[in-house]
């Protein structure tokens, strides 16, 4: 990903103060019960400019392709922004692309795009084990929202295949898949920012066949393991899992790294500190986010890649991980956060954040000020 994008001065003095007082002001309002102009506008330009009239969400930066993810990502704001119009587009074309035909269960493909032969279709039919997460906790939302019983039916069998494939048992413990391909002789590679503590919370309440909620005390367990792994504390973006022996080790370099994949971790246990209060996300995010802190009171900026040893792997800094540590940075270090929420507002303009094309920024720089802001609403009716 290219974050070197430039903003430039006219584009500065066309930024109204009134964008930016918001994110202050909301910043220290407590909960919200309904989402921001900020949220609304950026939703509407996003629903226009990414999803199809079918309900497909396209990556233009990967080839127009569609995932797993970005569907997840399309119902989940839609379902917290109460737009059910949007969702249920986005959730029948992943249910017709992504499972129907493809796959036995109820989880879906992740990848879907333009063959060799120019055909359109899947591509990969593997699931990816967070996007499925992010689509049982929407289809959730919508069941609290819309009270139509097809949603809670859909979440309750993606939830207990997610079990029945994901979540493995390793010496008395458990630990979550990052999906059905990843995993070989000596073991797997696994995503920390998958493990979702507030989702598991969830799952428990409406999937009660499956003890869920002994992942909540597993995702704290684990992530605070491979944490203690790097020299900055921060967690990486993959990591390898002994089958064996549950033992979790740091992978390559590039594995090591934490970047695009694990900034998502802060977001997530930030989630599951605004709703739930658990003094294990507070305790994670007070020993893995100093040095991130460190470097933004250095330098202004965090670089977009950063080695497990705290080596400056790329020169561009990341918007899209600005989003998604800027709620987390709120609870650890609040004049911080603050810094870091004005720069991203200050590339905001017109429904967007800094690059219009970046599916992921867009999405990341949204679920962050939501988070940021307070709005967890829909979240807490769910309890």
């Not at 990969?124 to 499925?132: R, S, V």
Request: aromatic letters at 14%; glycine letters at 8%.
């Amino acid at each position: 990903m290219d974050g070197s994008f430039q903003i430039d001065r006219g584009f500065l003095v066309a930024l109204t103060g009134a964008a930016l007082g918001l994110l202050a002001c909301s910043a220290g309002a407590g909960s919200q019960g309904t989402p921001s102009n900020v949220l609304r506008q950026s939703w509407e330009a996003y629903r226009t400019r990414f999803i199809q009239k079918d309900g497909r969400v396209i990556d233009y930066r990967a080839g127009g392709i569609s995932t797993s993810e970005g569907q997840a990502y399309a119902m989940l704001r839609a379902a917290w922004i109460r737009d059910r119009a949007t969702f249920d587009r986005a959730w029948n074309w992943s249910l017709n692309n992504l499972n129907s035909g493809v796959r036995a269960d109820h989880l879906w493909a992740w990848k879907w795009g333009k063959d060799a032969a120019g055909n359109w279709k899947v591509l990969d039919k593997a699931f990816a084990t967070d996007a499925d997460e992010d689509a049982a906790v929407a289809l959730l939302l919508a069941w609290k929202t819309w009270n139509d019983p097809r949603y809670l039916r859909a979440a309750q069998a993606t939830i207990a295949d997610l079990w029945n494939h994901a979540v493995v048992a390793i010496g008395g413990r458990r630990y979550l898949l990052a999906g059905d391909s990843l995993c070989g002789a000596d073991g797997c590679r696994i995503n920390p920012s998958y493990y979702a503590p507030y989702a598991y919370r969830l799952f428990a309440k409406y999937d009660r066949a499956h003890p869920w909620n002994q992942m909540v005390g597993e995702s704290y367990r684990l992530l605070e393991s491979v944490s203690s792994l790097t020299g900055t504390h921060l967690p990486p973006d993959w990591a390898h899992l002994d089958t064996t022996t549950g033992d979790v080790a740091l992978g390559s370099s590039k594995d090591s790294s934490f970047s695009y994949d694990a900034f998502r971790v802060f977001w997530r246990v930030a989630l599951d500190y605004r709703v739930n209060q658990d003094p294990r996300a507070a305790q994670y995010l007070r020993q893995s986010l100093p040095w991130l802190s460190a470097e933004w009171s250095r330098d202004g900026r965090v670089p977009a890649v950063i080695s497990a040893n705290g080596r400056q792997r790329a020169e561009y800094e990341s918007f899209d991980m600005l989003g998604g540590i800027l709620p987390a940075l709120r609870i650890t270090a609040p004049q911080v956060a603050d810094q870091v929420g004005k720069k991203l507002v200050s590339t905001y303009s017109n429904g967007f954040w800094s690059e219009p094309d970046s599916y992921y920024l867009q999405n990341w720089a949204w679920l962050g000020t939501a988070l940021y802001e307070g709005y967890v609403a829909p979240f807490r009716e769910l309890l």
